[in-house]
């Protein structure tokens, strides 16, 4: 009889975990420096970080991954196996990851605590409301907005021009239906009416502001800049003149402490922030990296999605503002998703076929190649499972050999970190061979229609950017108005190196249509929306939630 296969859920539920007070005494945390949150999970206090300024920073090890496929690479995964091998092979290593939200846990893709024998638990709690700080994001978001709405109602002393209210309500979950919608309906007692809608909290410039930032202090001016509206005579209105980004800092000061819970293998992770890759910057918060880099000699982190969007945002945003230079990136991939890539319907991706490896391979290499630009270099970690041909294998290696980067199949799924030790040991071949020449794709000084076009076309392989006259002129404005110098945050399918996500592989010949700007003043990137990207995304047909429920005992089911 064929063994039965435990679910990710029921992996992590048999989990026997530390107490959070040894998961910290492992990373040489003290007693004070822990605010508890029940056995398994706790704060760590800013006081942590501000304690061992002195002490030397560890390796940074980003996992990226090609584009996602209905069938999942496992990046998550990947990343939660090799810190737990790498701690195997005898270096002390701690994992930063994202929180989930809540839209994909009860949508499609599923909880974000990896899988089978790589997982950070506890979780359930993590992947559900966790210790709540999304919903601190939420209210702090929302807060504004109805601070704004009041303003308007008292009698708008900032003269704010109605229609030229750019603030909008968030809300941790998927409902196209909340994408448009009227506010202030019902006379003169219920404010002022006005269009309006809602985003998706991992999109909102109070999560991207929340990871970013290194202080209370820095906090609390990032959210003063933010930009709520302009005026009759288009000037700019902001959290601090409506004197909203106090109260807001209130609500964010427990939540911004670093979260810290483990994996089953008891390696530190540090969960905490988790803004989407497709559109946001996609990575956990700053200061949770900066914390795990002075407790731990390896740190491996992630970014969102494929390496075009979450390494690129990551190299480009979040290195420019702290100064972090990763020693080597970590590119995850399935065979049975190259084979997808290279044209081979779903249901036929469990046959053999070396051929479509090859044209998938395309995907992967323009990947390796993007990190490349960076000055980077790369290791290719492929999720292995029983179905996966030595062939196969080989054609990858094959493929990618004149690029000088290693190809790990790895099976820490089934086998946790045992299952990563080969590709922990590739990661430190790399980093000590690394010489350190990190480079930026492009400098402050270049025009913003320059960044997008230079991402476009270096990274996305496109021929060109498309705008109309009247987003080209809105670009100018913002160059005008001294927002010439920020980075861009494209916001783009996650599905394709193009903005149509049906182009799968290495698609060319193509343009990238641009949509909209948006400026995220107190975050400090502008945000460049393609074609139709959604920052409020839909439920699918069949969502998780059907599937998720609670038996008579009170355990979770359908959670994944």
């Known amino acids: 009889m064929a063994q039965q ?3 990710d859920i029921e992996i992590a539920r048999q989990a026997k975990g530390l107490a959070i007070d040894a998961v910290a005494a492992s990373l040489g945390l003290e007693e004070a420096e822990l605010e508890r949150y029940g056995r398994d999970k706790a704060k760590v206090s800013l006081q942590a970080l501000q304690n061992r300024t002195n ?4 390796k940074l090890v980003l996992v990226s991954a090609i584009h996602p496929t209905p069938l999942g690479e496992g990046k998550t995964t990947s990343a939660i196996g090799l810190g737990d091998a790498l701690n195997r092979i005898g270096r002390k290593a701690s994992i930063c990851l994202r929180e989930p939200s809540l839209g994909p846990c009860f949508g499609i893709k599923g909880g974000a605590a990896g899988g089978g024998y790589s997982q950070v638990i506890p979780m359930e709690s993590i992947n559900l409301h966790f210790t709540g700080d999304f919903h601190a994001i939420g209210l702090a978001h929302n807060l504004l907005a ?12 900032l003269g704010i021009d109605c229609r030229r209210v750019v603030w909008k309500r968030v809300l941790d979950m998927n409902d196209r239906a909340l994408r448009n919608v009227m506010v202030g309906l019902g006379g003169p007692a219920n404010s002022m009416p006005r269009e309006s809608g809602f985003d998706i909290t991992v999109a909102s410039e109070v999560m991207a502001i929340f990871c970013l930032a290194m202080s209370l202090n820095e906090l609390k001016q990032r959210l003063g800049d933010i930009i709520v509206a302009y005026t009759y005579d288009q000037k700019p209105v902001t959290a601090r003149d409506l004197r909203a980004h106090g109260a807001m800092t209130v609500l964010l000061k427990d939540a911004f402490q670093p979260n810290l ?16 890759a497709n559109i946001a910057h996609g990575c956990n918060s700053l200061v949770a990296t900066r914390m795990a880099l002075k407790l731990s000699d390896y740190v491996v982190t992630e970014a969102g999605f494929g390496a075009d969007l979450g390494a690129e945002k990551f190299f480009n945003i979040i290195c420019r503002m702290s100064g972090l230079k990763p020693q080597v990136v970590v590119l995850v991939a399935t065979v049975r998703a190259l084979k997808f890539h290279g044209g081979v319907a779903v249901d036929r991706l469990k046959k053999e076929d070396v051929e479509a490896v090859e044209r998938g391979v395309e995907n992967l290499r323009q990947h390796i190649d993007n990190v490349h630009r960076f000055h980077l270099p790369v290791v290719v970690a492929i999720n292995r499972f029983a179905g996966d041909s030595d062939a196969e294998i080989d054609a990858i290696r094959y493929k990618c050999d004149y690029l000088g980067v290693p190809v790990v199949p790895c099976s820490n799924w089934a086998d946790g970190g045992a299952g990563a030790e080969t590709l922990a040991q590739a990661v430190v071949d790399k980093v ?6 990190f480079r930026l794709l492009y400098d402050d000084s270049l025009p913003l229609w320059q960044k997008i076009r230079t991402i476009a076309r270096e990274i996305y392989g496109a021929d060109d950017i498309l705008a109309d006259k009247k987003l080209r002129d809105k670009i100018r404005a913002l160059e005008r108005d001294g927002y010439g110098r920020l980075p861009v945050c494209m916001a783009k399918t996650q599905y394709s190196f193009s903005t149509d996500p049906a182009l799968k592989g290495r698609p060319r010949g193509f343009d990238v249509p641009l949509r909209d700007v948006q400026l995220a003043a107190g975050a400090g990137f502008i945000v460049v929306l393609t074609d139709n990207v959604m920052t409020m995304p839909g439920l699918p047909r069949q969502p998780s939630a059907e599937l998720i429920d609670l038996d008579d005992d009170g355990l979770v089911s359908g959670l994944f």
């Open 5 to 7: 296969v435990m679910s």
């Open 55 to 58: 002490l030397p920073d560890g």
């Open 146 to 157: 109805a601070v704004l709405d009041n303003h308007l109602h008292q009698g708008n002393a």
């Open 261 to 276: 819970v483990q994996t089953l293998e008891h390696t530190p992770a540090f969960v905490h922030g988790g803004p989407f």
């Open 432 to 437: 000590e061979q690394h010489q350190g020449d």
